[in-house]
T-cell receptor
Framework: EPEVTQTPSHQVTQMGQEVILRCVPI?????FYWYRQILGQKVEFLVS????????KSEIFDDQFSVERPDGSNFTLKIRSTKLEDSAMYFC?????????????FGEGSRLTVL | AQTVTQSQPEMSVQEAETVTLSCTYD???????LFWYKQPPSRQMILVIR??????QNATENRFSVNFQKAAKSFSLKISDSQLGDTAMYFC?????????????FGKGTHLIIQP
């Protein structure tokens, strides 16, 4: 059964370093997303991506964040200069239909620890 | 902004029992979608059930059903004949039909434990 895969499963980084989280969405899906969950908090929407551009983004998704689909299969989230408060589980998801109507398929998450 | 509240951080029931997880939400939209997602330990979140707000009939999927009370803004999940494999975090989520910067808004989750 097709799955969304994410790498790395866990990354530890120093504050101020750049981090790239990678995702391989399900191949026939058109919409891609990043969500994050700070420990003990809610899962929060970061950004949605469709047709090679950002379609929606939340207030959390500031200039420190960027997304890219460099090669038609990978979907990446870059954090330019990590802060302690960026420590969280980051979930990638994809869907056939737009997020507000269709089922999202999530990856297992990438745990980011910023020291 | 829309909000989703799950008031039960953890629940525990015996196998084969019926359990109901509660969820309340707030939105200014008249049409929207509601979801329950399940996240087993160390596994991906998967969709359990989905409800469109304009449909009065409660959604059902095998042992899973919802009690959707639009006026009360309540969307509870009932699991019948619970099984050990139902042990997971359950997240209630809301999506506005018009989309928007809130994305899919999740509650904090309920950790459901099914005891043998």
């Amino acid at each position: 059964e097709p799955e969304v895969t994410q790498t790395p499963s866990h990354q530890v980084t120093q504050m101020g370093q750049e981090v790239i989280l990678r995702c391989v969405p399900i191949s026939n899906h058109l919409y891609f997303y990043w969500y994050r969950q700070i420990l003990g908090q809610k899962v929060e929407f970061l950004v949605s991506f469709y047709n090679n551009e950002i379609s929606e983004k939340s207030e959390i998704f500031d200039d420190q964040f960027s997304v890219e689909r460099p090669d038609g299969s990978n979907f990446t989230l870059k954090i330019r200069s990590t802060k302690l408060e960026d420590s969280a589980m980051y979930f990638c998801a994809s869907s056939v239909l737009r997020w507000n109507t269709g089922e999202l398929f999530f990856g297992e998450g990438s745990r980011l620890t910023v020291l | 902004a829309q909000t989703v509240t799950q008031s039960q951080p953890e629940m525990s029931v015996q196998e084969a029992e019926t359990v109901t997880l509660s969820c309340t939400y707030d939105t200014s939209e008249s049409n929207y979608y509601l979801f329950w997602y399940k996240q087993p330990p160390s596994r991906q979140m998967i969709l359990v059930i989905r409800q469109e707000a304009y449909k009065q009939q409660n959604a059902t999927e095998n042992r899973f059903s919802v009690n959707f009370q639009k006026a009360a803004k309540s969307f509870s999940l009932k699991i019948s004949d619970s099984q050990l494999g139902d042990t997971a975090m359950y997240f209630c989520a809301l999506a506005q039909s018009g989309g928007g910067a809130d994305g899919l808004t999740f509650g904090k989750g309920t950790h459901l434990i099914i005891q043998p």
